[in-house]
């Protein structure tokens, strides 16, 4: 009886202690607490300190169950059995389940009727747009414009959070120099400094500040680390990457959202230099913790503890559990190997209590941060009143406009007169809903989306006559299929082709060995230009293509990507002259598959290509340069660069150089630019890129504005990091471009003195 009463002082000193140390974080208003609540149930203890006292309440299974994450069916209800695994405390997250009813069914059982009420966490792939769905993040990082990617993200935050949800699997921050790794579609391209800018774009989209707000969902940054380069371009392979290339490449992306306060991080699936990510001690545990001092959680991968095994790091399921929760994997995602073998391996002293308090932890502190304690439900009105608003919708097609590229324009063939007497839209893709939404839509549905045939009669004027015809699916077809087309479009005025990719040709589990246009569509195409009449492509895909034979054939070509739900409505606007295209290539378009890997920030070898010179780096049978480099994109304006400066001419190391360039809209139509500065590190003790970015602006300018831009290149800029991981700005000459893509441009330098 006595240890009893000198507990319970303890406790009740330590509460008004802490109550008054954390006075300055408790909410403005709300009563207190009645006496008695403990302090893990008092949202006016700060979460560290909720947590804390949380985690000496719990089991051994209890906690294992925190740290499980299980899927429900696809289309949102949870499964029958994780109601009694939330009533008995072993369950932590789910992902897919969604909508108020099912929400709020688990989640009751978890709060109401589990031992210590410990809310859920509904996570869910909330990749570009919940229900409203935006263009896909290749085509967001397209429009080269963060801004409008954090409002982006914004808006299907809010979407999600109406639906229950509380965390998205997103923003997906792997660098993809690969165009046959299907996954290129959901990240920002191959370069590091626009990867980071929209990185924390999205980041800030999905939380805003403080992601426990109504409206706004925890983010996850994906996928840790090094996913993007799987070999041979083929889901799932392993990865080889230098020390400086995860430095200098793949880990920024990934820096910049956990600086931005990224709520959470997702082990990837691949083998990184011979050890799988998701047990990987060297990056989860050294460089995210370690280095970066990340505070917030990491989930696994779907299955990836588990697969852990097949990899061949894992001796079997125990191991595998003990190698990831080890290396610091806190929430396992749908294998269930910590929840059934956790236990025993930490009895048998394989997991320490204190590898397994620090995941709970983290876990916990992070549903305290969300709010969920305080609202674990959700309203089901929300649902009627917040997806697919008009201002939802309104941003969507804005966003579409924006990352809309056009790549060819000869002889300024677009804009087309909305008057023109008779269209013909050809080609599968101009009438698919499904297909305009691309991979990881959501909960969009197909039925919401307007189809580029209907963007275009929307847009013409009533007198025109459009015709449709398929000619081919994307795969497969029929030769009287094609002549249908052919003869549809030969008594047209302009032809318009949609060609391109379905939707489920990119995305997860949908790398290709080949880059062409699939099918029969180049063939259409072929025959459509014999028909003499003038043939505007436009592409839905979610990778960069092999265009070379297109190019060769059509005056004009439009990248639309995949544009989302009203996303068709912007590319017809911007086919007749409605709006005018701005976007630029956020990753380099090949050639050939030949020259896959190619990326714009190479080293310089020591035999530079030249056409005069056969020992110097080429091919024999194709040329070494991209059909379309990373940065470029036309509009229907002409801009130009003038006035390149940098001053002052030579800096100390840890100084900082201001830049100024001149750009002017040399044309009869307002337009953007997006304008973009490179430097080149001229030497070093380790070889630097021939170019890399470093700043970028989008303006908008009337016809005849000039604007003269400033940029500055500071530390953060101009040093990189060498072996050993140190970062250091290198004294040395640092060339300057400033450009209209990662080609050409203005030219000029300065110098980094010596210390
Ligand atoms: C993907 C992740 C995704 C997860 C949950 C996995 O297959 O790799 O990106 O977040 O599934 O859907």
């Given at each position: 009886m006595k240890n009893i009463i000198i507990i319970l002082f303890c406790c009740s000193v330590f509460i008004v202690r802490g109550y008054a140390a954390d006075a300055r974080t408790a909410p403005k208003t709300g009563a207190a607490a009645p006496a008695g609540v403990p302090v893990y149930k008092n949202p006016?203890?700060?979460?560290?300190?909720?947590?804390?006292?949380?985690?000496?309440?719990?089991?051994?299974?209890?906690?294992?169950?925190?740290?499980?994450?299980?899927?429900?069916?696809?289309?949102?209800?949870?499964?029958?059995?994780?109601?009694?695994?939330a009533r008995k405390g072993q369950l932590?997250?789910?992902?897919?389940?969604?909508?108020?009813?099912?929400?709020?069914?688990?989640?009751?059982?978890?709060?109401?009727?589990?031992?210590?009420?410990?809310?859920?966490?509904?996570?869910?792939?909330?990749?570009?747009?919940?229900r409203t769905i935006f263009p896909i993040p290749l085509g967001e990082a397209a429009q080269w414009d963060p801004q409008l990617a954090e409002r982006s993200a914004a808006a299907a935050a809010s979407e999600a959070y109406a639906s229950g949800l509380k965390w998205t699997f997103a923003p997906m921050v792997d660098i993809a120099r690969d165009p046959r790794w299907g996954r290129i579609a959901e990240g920002s391209g191959e370069d590091p400094y626009l990867g980071s800018a929209l990185a924390v774009a999205r980041v800030r989209g999905f939380q805003g500040a403080d992601y426990g707000a109504p409206g706004k969902i925890m983010a996850c940054a994906k996928h840790w680390v090094g996913y993007g380069a799987a070999e041979a371009g083929r889901d799932y392979n392993e990865t080889n990457i230098s020390e400086n290339a995860l430095r200098n490449i793949y880990y920024p992306p990934f820096k910049a959202a956990a600086d931005a306060g990224a709520a959470t991080f997702m082990s990837a699936f691949n083998d990184l230099n011979g050890v799988p990510a998701s047990a990987n001690r060297v990056t989860l545990d050294g460089v995210l913790r370690g280095e970066w001092k990340f505070s917030g959680f990491v989930v696994s991968d779907y299955n990836s503890v588990k697969e852990l095994v097949s990899?061949?790091?894992?001796?079997?399921?125990?191991?595998?559990?003990?190698?990831?929760?080890?290396?610091?994997?806190?929430?396992?995602?749908?294998?269930?190997l910590y929840r059934d073998k956790g236990p025993a391996a930490l009895k048998a002293g394989k997991i320490s209590a204190a590898a397994l308090n620090a995941s709970v932890r983290r876990v916990l502190e992070a549903k305290f941060r969300a709010g969920i304690f305080e609202h674990p439900y959700i309203?089901?009105?929300?649902?009627?009143?917040?997806?697919?608003?008009?201002?939802?919708?309104?941003?969507?097609?804005?966003?579409?406009?924006?990352?809309?590229?056009?790549?060819k324009n000869a002889g300024g063939l677009l804009p087309l007169d909305p008057a023109t007497k008779r269209i013909a839209v050809i080609g599968a893709l101009a009438d698919s809903k499904l297909d305009m939404m691309g991979s990881w839509s959501g909960d969009g549905k197909a039925a919401d989306a307007v189809t580029l045939l209907e963007a275009i009669k929307e847009t013409v004027s009533p007198?025109?006559?459009?015709?449709?015809?398929?000619?081919?699916?994307?795969?497969?077809?029929?030769?009287?299929?094609?002549?249908?087309?052919?003869?549809?479009?030969?008594?047209?005025?302009?032809?318009?082709?949609?060609?391109?990719?379905?939707?489920?040709?990119?995305?997860?589990?949908?790398?290709?060995?080949?880059?062409?246009?699939?099918?029969?569509?180049?063939?259409?195409i072929d025959r459509l230009k014999k028909t003499g009449k003038p043939v505007v492509a436009v592409l839905f895909n979610g990778r960069p293509l092999e265009l070379g034979p297109l190019d060769?054939?059509?005056?004009?070509?439009?990248?639309?990507?995949?544009?989302?739900?009203?996303?068709?409505?912007?590319?017809?606007?911007?086919?007749f002259g409605g709006a005018n295209p701005g976007g630029k290539l956020p990753v380099t378009f090949p050639r050939s598959v030949g020259q896959v890997?190619?990326?714009?920030?190479?080293?310089?070898?020591?035999?530079?290509?030249?056409?005069?010179?056969?020992?110097?780096?080429?091919y024999l049978d194709s040329p070494v340069d991209p059909l379309y480099p990373f940065g470029y994109g036309l509009s229907y304006s002409s801009f130009t660069l003038s006035?390149?400066?940098?001053?002052?001419?030579?800096?100390?190391?840890?100084?900082?150089?201001?830049?100024?360039?001149?750009?002017?809209?040399?044309?009869?139509?307002?337009?953007?630019e997006v304008v973009q500065l490179y430097i080149r590190d001229a030497a070093g003790s380790e070889t630097r890129p021939v170019r890399e970015l470093k700043g970028f602006k989008r303006v908008t300018l009337a016809p005849g504005e000039k604007r003269t831009l400033e940029f500055e290149l500071g530390p953060e800029e101009l040093g990189y990091y060498y072996a050993g991981g140190f970062f250091e700005v290198e004294p040395g000459i640092f060339k300057v471009y400033a450009a209209a893509s990662s080609v050409g441009g203005l030219e000029t330098s300065f110098e980094v003195n010596a210390k």
């Open positions: 006016r203890f700060s979460p560290e300190k909720r947590a804390q006292d949380l985690l000496a309440r719990m089991t051994v299974e209890e906690k294992f169950g925190q740290l499980q994450q299980l899927d429900g069916d696809w289309d949102g209800p949870y499964k029958k059995e994780d109601l009694e695994l932590g997250s789910t992902l897919n389940v969604r909508f108020a009813k099912n929400v709020n069914e688990l989640q009751k059982e978890a709060v109401e009727h589990s031992r210590l009420g410990i809310p859920l966490l509904f996570g869910f792939d909330v990749i570009h747009g919940f990899h061949g790091l894992a001796s079997d399921e125990e191991d595998a559990a003990v190698k990831a929760l080890s290396a610091g994997v806190d929430m396992e995602m749908v294998s269930t309203a089901p009105e929300l649902e009627t009143t917040s997806l697919r608003t008009l201002g939802t919708l309104a941003l969507a097609e804005h966003a579409a406009l924006e990352s809309l590229v056009l790549l007198k025109t006559k459009v015709v449709y015809a398929a000619g081919c699916p994307v795969t497969g077809g029929t030769d009287e299929g094609m002549d249908a087309a052919v003869a549809a479009a030969s008594k047209a005025d302009v032809i318009i082709v949609a060609a391109g990719e379905t939707a489920d040709m990119s995305g997860e589990a949908a790398s290709r060995a080949f880059l062409s246009l699939p099918g029969r569509q180049q063939e259409l060769a054939e059509v005056p004009a070509i439009m990248e639309a990507w995949y544009p989302g739900t009203v996303g068709a409505r912007a590319v017809a606007l911007a086919l890997p190619i990326y714009y920030n190479h080293r310089s070898p020591g035999r530079p290509y030249s056409a005069a010179d056969k020992y110097t780096s080429k006035g390149l400066s940098v001053s002052p001419a030579s800096i100390e190391p840890d100084g900082s150089v201001k830049v100024q360039v001149t750009v002017e809209n040399i044309s009869t139509k307002a337009g953007d």
